[in-house]
């Protein structure tokens, strides 16, 4: 039970202080977090992240379509995740 309470009150302070991502900073009760990389830093994180996975030039508000979950369920090795996840605990 503490174990548990103490991972849900890590998660929320991890949402509330991580922030969207390298550029975009958070608002915490109205006031701006300011960004903890340099000017330098921010231009070299988004250039690496770009490289390694381009799909990420799309922004976060792309939409889910349903070939998206088709593919998702079709894929063998997420229920070899979902039973090893089960069996774990």
Known sequence: MTEGALTCLLGVVA???????VSLTKKFFGYQVPNVFSSREIEILTTRSLREDPEKANGYHSVV??????DTFADWRVYGHIVTAFLSM
Do not use: R
Request: net charge positive; charged share 30%; hydrophobic share 40%.
């Open 15 to 21: 949402f509330i202080y991580l922030p969207h991502s």
């Open 65 to 70: 379509k349903f070939k998206d979950i088709k």
